[in-house]
Each structure stands twice: as structure tokens, then as C-alpha cells.
């Protein structure tokens, strides 16, 4: 051991060691920042109580009247997808979207006519089915977080707190999106909007399907009484059998779904292998209009058989 190698151990242990240590502090970082929910973030800047409501409420369109743009299912589904974005800037960047898609396949070959009727085609398809996507992603997220929450309710209510003052701590202790939603919950009943209200607002803005079950007890035990903690703990055990119900029949029903998967994907992998081996393949019929007319009907129909598979596939309970 000379002591050139000595120094250049030392060197390589501490240039791991800062690496490390920066990792570590990143990683700390972008944990906490995941553990804080929208609400504590609003909070974080100085905002009242109150300001940090009406903000998340203008946010989530609660309080939003009847606009230019604000049909009315676009505008619940842009509330139970958790958009912040407003809902005529959103109309705006799909509609943007969808002509950019159209103006991309005129350049690469589509009939102009066809182009421009798939124009207004896209601008009443896509922000659909971008709010679909975006709640279905939260609802997911929602239903995993819900028996958790009622657990920490119950276990709030057996250290004798009331009601409001265990929803006020899923509030502080659960990241989005049931924090904020209970925070909101927390924050109208502190400005004076009975539970049960705030309960119903709450399933308006979320719409989760296990929602009911939890307003219901709520609700029942405000009017009639009775033991709310046994209720909910209750609650909790049958929302997580139907859960792990719901994922056990999406685990049987996964044949059908990967079948969708590859019948779509044959003819699209074939064709593109077509073009790159044997460009002459297709090379004739490009430019006739009855080409495109026969792959858009192709389309049509691939897309009819995938709904009819994935409906076979998909159990409601």
C-alpha cells in the first residue's frame, strides 16, 4: 500500500460518500414534498383558512357558474378528474390538439377531406376521453386511500376526538387526493356547513362509488345515533374485500384484455414491418383515396371489436 493509492482511496470514499449524500437528500426532499397534499402546500403561503377554500373550490369549479364552455357533463367530469386547469384554457389545448393531430396527417398523406372531417371528430373526442382517463386515474388512487383514511378516522374517534376533528386529521396526515378532498370537508364545516352537507359536496366533487357507503353511515348515525367508530371500522373491512374482489376479477378477466392488445397490435406491427422491409409493398397505393377510406374503416372496426372485447372483459359489482 503506497500512499499515492491511499490518497486515491480516500479520494474515491468520499467522492461515493457525497454522492450518496446528495442522493439521500434529494430523495428526502422529493419524499416530503409527496407527503404534503395541495391543501398544506396553499397553506404553506401564507394564505387564511378561508382564502385557501375558495381557492381550492375555484380550482375544482365548485363554485363555478354556468360559462360559454361550461357544459355540464365536460364540467363534472372536469371535476372529478381533479383538473386545476381551467375548464375554457383546457377546450382550448385539446382543440389545439386535435387540429395539430389532423394537420400532421395531411402532411403525411391523408386526404385533405378526410384530415378536416377528423378535425372536429377529435375536438369533441379528446377532451373526453382525457377527463375519463384523469378520473379513472384518481379514483383509483381514491379507493386505495379511503379505507386508510377510515381507519385513521376510527382510530381518532377511539382517542375520543369528535367527528370533524378526525376528518381534519386525514386532512394534515394524507396526501392527495383524499387530503385535500377531507381538508375541504374540514374547512366547510369550520365555516359553518353542517358534516352531512359537506359529506354530499364532497361525493359530488369526487364521485367515487364507494363514497355512498361512507356518507350514508355518516349520515345515519347524525340523525339516529349509534356507535360510528364500529361503523366505520366495518366500512373499512368490506370497501378493502371489494377491493381486493375488484382486483381479483381484473386478474381472471386479463386473458380477454391482453387478446385485445394483440389483435390490435398485429395488423399495425405487420403493416409497419411491411413498409420498412418492402417499401414497393404499399408504394402504389398510397396515393389512392380508397386506400384511405379502406384503412379508416379497417380503424373502425378494430376499434368496435377492441370495445366489445374489453366489455366481455369488464365486470361491474
Known amino acids: 500500500m503506497t500512499p499515492l493509492l491511499i490518497v486515491y482511496g480516500a479520494?474515491?470514499?468520499a467522492g461515493i460518500m457525497l454522492a450518496e449524500a446528495v442522493y439521500l437528500l434529494y430523495a428526502g426532499t422529493k419524499d416530503r414534498r409527496r407527503a404534503i397534499n395541495r391543501r398544506m402546500k396553499l397553506q404553506e403561503q401564507k394564505l387564511t383558512q378561508e382564502q385557501v377554500l375558495i381557492q381550492l373550490r375555484k380550482e375544482r369549479g365548485a363554485d363555478g357558474g354556468p360559462g360559454l364552455f361550461s357544459l355540464h357533463g365536460l364540467r363534472v367530469l372536469r371535476m372529478q378528474s381533479g383538473l386545476t386547469m381551467a375548464l375554457p384554457k383546457f377546450l382550448l389545448f385539446t382543440t389545439g390538439a386535435a387540429f395539430a393531430a389532423a394537420l400532421a396527417g395531411i402532411t403525411f398523406g391523408v386526404p385533405p377531406l378526410i384530415g378536416l372531417a377528423a378535425a372536429p371528430a377529435l375536438c369533441l373526442f379528446l377532451p373526453v376521453f382525457v377527463l375519463k382517463h384523469?378520473?379513472?386515474r384518481r379514483h383509483k388512487r381514491f379507493g386505495i386511500?379511503?379505507?386508510?383514511?377510515?381507519?385513521?378516522?376510527?382510530?381518532?374517534?377511539?382517542a375520543g376526538h369528535p367527528v370533524p376533528v378526525a376528518i381534519s386529521m386525514v386532512a394534515r396526515e394524507m396526501p392527495d387526493p383524499i387530503g385535500t378532498e377531507f381538508g375541504v370537508i374540514a374547512d366547510e364545516v369550520t365555516y359553518g356547513s353542517d358534516l352531512v352537507s359537506a359529506l354530499h359536496a364532497m361525493f359530488e366533487r369526487v364521485g367515487h362509488e364507494d363514497l355512498p357507503l361512507f356518507v350514508t353511515?355518516?349520515?345515519i348515525?347524525?340523525?339516529?345515533?349509534?356507535?360510528?367508530?364500529?361503523i366505520l371500522d366495518g366500512l373499512s373491512r368490506v370497501i378493502r374485500e371489494r377491493g381486493k374482489l375488484r382486483r381479483k376479477v381484473r386478474a381472471i378477466s386479463t386473458e380477454g384484455r391482453?387478446?385485445?392488445?394483440?389483435?390490435?397490435?398485429?395488423?399495425?406491427l405487420l403493416m409497419s414491418g411491411l413498409t420498412v422491409l418492402m417499401p414497393q409493398f404499399y408504394g402504389g397505393v398510397w396515393d389512392k383515396p380508397l386506400t384511405w377510406y379502406l384503412l379508416g374503416g379497417a380503424g373502425c372496426w378494430l376499434l368496435v371489436g377492441n370495445a366489445v372485447m374489453f366489455k366481455m372483459a369488464n365486470f361491474r359489482f
Open 145 to 158: 386511500q379511503l379505507p386508510e383514511a377510515l381507519e385513521l378516522i376510527t382510530r381518532s374517534l377511539k
Open 217 to 219: 353511515a355518516v349520515s
Open 11 to 13: 479520494a474515491a470514499l
Open 258 to 268: 391482453i387478446s385485445a392488445y394483440i389483435l390490435s397490435a398485429v395488423p399495425v
Open 221 to 230: 348515525q347524525a340523525t339516529t345515533g349509534g356507535n360510528l367508530r364500529e
Open 134 to 136: 384523469l378520473r379513472k
